[in-house]
C-alpha cells in the first residue's frame, strides 16, 4: 500500500451503512487510488454530511474528492485530523453501490479506491451542468416602438410567440444574425435568464406497443414481467436458439420495470456494435436508451453519468463498466450474450461482469437475465443446480428454419495453393452470390496474415517489447502485435541477414480472405468487418446499414460479426478455421469454440429464405465439431463439465493466476 499522507488517519475497513446518522463531524472517506483504507477527517456541522456524500479533502499538498464511507473512528485526536474541505453539488453514491465496492474490491482482491475509481470515471460530472442563459424582452418594451429597426421587430415579435430562447435558437427563429441580438442585449431591449439544462435524453415509453410475440415468446415475457413486476429478485436464464426473439421477449421485462419507475441496465459485450439492438429498442420504446461506452466523448459520458446518478437516464444500455454506474433506482438488469468472453476484465481490476452482474442484482434484491443461445457452462451448472430459473425459446422467431450445417474436411477437400477457401465453400459461394442472396466469411484472425518470414534464412519478424509474433495489417500498411500494440513497418532488408525483398506472409487474416474473394468473384461487392475497420460505433452502424440495404455481396470478418446481427437476405456462413480456437492450453477453449461458432453459424437463413453453414476443418471427428453438425448443444455441455469436473476445473473448482512481471526477463 502506498504511504498514508501526512495528518490523514486511515479508518479500519468500515462496511458502508445507509443507515448511519446525517449531519457526521468526523467522517471516514474513501479516495479513488490504489488504496484499501479510507480516511479519517474532521467535518463540520454546516455541511450537514451523510455516507455517499461527494467530498474535497486535502491530500498530502493537493485537494482530492472522495466519497464519505461512514462515520470515523474515535481512535486519534481530533486535533491530528484534517477538515473536510468542501461537499461537493452531486447526489450521493447510493448505499448499494457502496457495498457492491466493498463487495467486489474483497472478492478480487483488490483496493478498495481502486475499485471506487471505477464508480467515479468521470470526475466532471460532480459539478452541477450549468444553466443555459436565454433571452426574454424586457418590460414595457413593445416591437412597434418607435426606432426599432426591421430586424430588431423581429427578435421582438419572436419572444412574445413564446419562452424564452437562446441565443442561436432565437436567431434562427427570427432570421437574424446573432449579433442582433447581443447588440439589444446592450441597449436593454431584451434581457437574459437562466433555463435549466434541457433533458439529455428523452423518455422511453412502455406503454408503447411491442411487435406481436409466438406462444413460446410470450408465455417467456409473461414469466419475467412477473418477477419484475413482483419486485422478485433472483437470477433468470433466457435461453433460445439463434433467431428466436430473446430481445423481444426481455424488452418486456424493460417495459414492466419502466411501469414500476425503476430504472434498467442492460450489458452487451459490444455495445459499440450494437446498432441494430440500439434501433430495435428506438423502435419499441419511441426513444433510444442511454450508452455506455468507451467510444463515448468526454461531455457525453459527463452528461450520461449525472443523469444516471439524478435518475434522469432510465434505461442505458452499456458494455462491462456500466455495472459500476451509480443507479438510484435500479430494477432490472440484463446481461445479454451472457458467455461473451468480452464481458471479462483483465486489466486494472479484474472481473468479469456477468458474475459481478449477479453480485449487483442481489445486494440490490432486483431480478437478473441472463440471456444466451450457448449459456456458459457456469450459467449451466446454476440453472441444473436450481440456484437460477430457466426459460427456454426452442425455436426461430416467425417460422424461420434453421441453417444447414456440414463440415468441409480439409484432408479431403484442400484448398489450391496459397488459398484458403475450398472448392466446396467456392462452389457454394458462387451458387449464393448468382441467387443474388449474401455470404459472410469467418476468420478470428485480424490482419492480412499471422506470420512474417524470411525466405533467405526463416527470420520471423518479432514483437521487440514482448517476443510474439507481428502480425501484418496490409490495408495499412505496418507489422502489428496483438499482444502489446507496438507497431512497426516492414523493413525492405531482412534484419537478421540483410537480404532484400525476402519476407514472405505466411497464413491468412481477414485481409487475405477478402483478397482472394476479389479474385474469385470480382463482381461482389465486399467489405471487411474486424474492429480495425469498424473503430467505433458510427463506422459499425454504417457497414450494418449497407448490409441491411443490400449495398453488400459478400461480409468476411472476425468475431464481431456474430455479436447479433440480424441479415435476412445472408443465407451462407464460410468458416474458413473451426479449428482455430481449438489451439493452445485454455480449459475453456473448447467451450469458447463452441459457443462461438454457434453464434456465427446463426447469422445464416434468419428470414424466409433457407440458410447453410460449411465449416472447414481438419478435425471433423472432434467433440465440438460433431456437437455443432449434430445441433446437441446440451450434450456437449454434459461432456465438457464431466471432463472438468474429473479434472477439479472450474466451475466444480478454483483457479488462480499468479502474474510476475518486471522491465527484465532475468529480475522476475
Known amino acids: 500500500m502506498a504511504e498514508r499522507p501526512a495528518n490523514c488517519q486511515r479508518a479500519d475497513q468500515r462496511p458502508a451503512e445507509a443507515s448511519a446518522p446525517a449531519g457526521l463531524t468526523r467522517v471516514s472517506v474513501l479516495l479513488p487510488l490504489p488504496l484499501d483504507g479510507a480516511y479519517d477527517y474532521r467535518a463540520a456541522p454546516a455541511l450537514n454530511l451523510a ?153 422511453a415509453d412502455p406503454a408503447r406497443p411491442g411487435p406481436l410475440l409466438s406462444p413460446a415468446q410470450a408465455a417467456a415475457a409473461a414469466a419475467l414481467r412477473r418477477r419484475v413486476e413482483a419486485g422478485k429478485p433472483g437470477v433468470t436464464l433466457l435461453d433460445g436458439v439463434t433467431g428466436s426473439g430473446k430481445t423481444e421477449v426481455y424488452f418486456e421485462a424493460v417495459a414492466a420495470a419502466l411501469k414500476r419507475g425503476r430504472q434498467v441496465l442492460v450489458l452487451l459485450p459490444e455495445i459499440a456494435l450494437g446498432a441494430q439492438w440500439l434501433e430495435r429498442f428506438a423502435r419499441r420504446f419511441g426513444a433510444p436508451p442511454a450508452q455506455w461506452h468507451s467510444d463515448l466523448g ?80 457456469e450459467t449451466a451448472r446454476n440453472v441444473a443446480d436450481g440456484r437460477y430459473a430457466a426459460l427456454h425459446l426452442p425455436d426461430r422467431h416467425a417460422g424461420a428454419a434453421l441453417p444447414e450445417i456440414a463440415a468441409v474436411d480439409l484432408r479431403r477437400h484442400r484448398p489450391p495453393p496459397r488459398s484458403w477457401l475450398s472448392p466446396p465453400l467456392r462452389a457454394a459461394l458462387g451458387e449464393a452470390l448468382a441467387a443474388g442472396e449474401q455470404a459472410m466469411l469467418f476468420l478470428n484472425r485480424r490482419g492480412y496474415a499471422p506470420l512474417t518470414l524470411c525466405r533467405a534464412c526463416g527470420h520471423r519478424m518479432q514483437c521487440p517489447q514482448c517476443t510474439a509474433w507481428l502480425v501484418e495489417h496490409r490495408l495499412i500498411g505496418v507489422l502489428q502485435c496483438h499482444h502489446c500494440g507496438h507497431e512497426t513497418r516492414l523493413p525492405e532488408a531482412c534484419p537478421k541477414c540483410g537480404a532484400q525483398g525476402s519476407f514472405a506472409a505466411c497464413g491468412p487474416g481477414v485481409e487475405r480472405l477478402a483478397e482472394e474473394a476479389a479474385a474469385l468473384f470480382p463482381q461482389a461487392r465486399i467489405a471487411i468487418m ?18 441491411e440495404a443490400r449495398a453488400l455481396d459478400l461480409l468476411i470478418g472476425t468475431q464481431i460479426v456474430a455479436k447479433g446481427h440480424h441479415f ?48 472447414q476443418t481438419c478435425e471433423p471427428d472432434h467433440p465440438v465439431i460433431r456437437a455443432l453438425l449434430a445441433r446437441d448443444r446440451d450434450g456437449f455441455l454434459r461432456s465438457e463439465a464431466e471432463a472438468r469436473r474429473a479434472a477439479g476445473l472450474p466451475p466444480f473448482g478454483r483457479l488462480a493466476a499468479l502474474i510476475v512481471s518486471g522491465p527484465a526477463a532475468e529480475a522476475v
Do not use: C, N
Open 51 to 203: 455516507p455517499g456524500d461527494f467530498v474535497s479533502v486535502p491530500l498530502g499538498r493537493r485537494q482530492a474528492v472522495g466519497v464519505v464511507w461512514g462515520p470515523g473512528g474515535d481512535d486519534v485526536a481530533e486535533a491530528r485530523l484534517r477538515d473536510v474541505a468542501a461537499r461537493l453539488d452531486a447526489p450521493p453514491l447510493p448505499a448499494v453501490v457502496r457495498r457492491f465496492v466493498d463487495w467486489v474490491a474483497a472478492y478480487t482482491v483488490a483496493p478498495r479506491g481502486a475499485v471506487l475509481r471505477m464508480a467515479m470515471s468521470v470526475p466532471a460530472a460532480l459539478e452541477p451542468p450549468r444553466p443555459l442563459q436565454a433571452w426574454q424582452a424586457r418590460a414595457g418594451i413593445e416591437p412597434q416602438a418607435a426606432g426599432l429597426t426591421k430586424a430588431r421587430r423581429r427578435v421582438l415579435e419572436t419572444l412574445g410567440e413564446g419562452p424564452p430562447r437562446p441565443t442561436m435558437e432565437l436567431a434562427r427563429a427570427a432570421g437574424v444574425g446573432p449579433g442582433v441580438i447581443r447588440a439589444m442585449a446592450a441597449a436593454g431591449l431584451v434581457e437574459p435568464v437562466l433555463l435549466p439544462p434541457p433533458p439529455a435524453f428523452g423518455a
Open 298 to 377: 468526454a461531455a457525453e459520458r459527463r452528461l450520461t453519468w449525472r443523469a444516471v446518478a439524478t435518475g434522469a437516464a432510465r434505461v442505458v444500455v452499456g458494455a462491462r463498466s456500466a455495472l459500476f454506474l451509480p443507479f438510484p433506482e435500479l430494477g432490472l438488469i440484463v446481461v445479454d450474450e451472457e458467455q461473451d468472453q468480452a464481458f471479462k476484465q483483465e486489466d486494472g481490476v479484474t472481473y468479469h461482469a456477468r458474475d459481478m452482474a449477479v453480485v449487483r442484482a442481489h445486494l440490490g434484491a432486483i431480478p437478473l437475465v441472463l440471456v444466451s443461445a450457448t449459456p456458459s457452462l
Open 530 to 547: 474486424t474492429s480495425d475497420t469498424v473503430p467505433g460505433p458510427l463506422a459499425a452502424a454504417e457497414l450494418v446499414r449497407r448490409v
Open 568 to 615: 435476412p437476405m445472408l443465407t451462407l456462413v464460410g468458416v474458413v478455421d473451426a479449428d482455430l480456437g481449438l489451439q493452445g492450453g485454455d480449459l475453456r477453449a473448447a467451450e469458447r469454440t463452441f459457443q462461438l461458432l454457434d453464434q456465427v453459424a446463426g447469422r445464416a437463413g434468419r428470414a424466409d429464405r433457407p440458410g447453410r453453414v460449411l465449416l
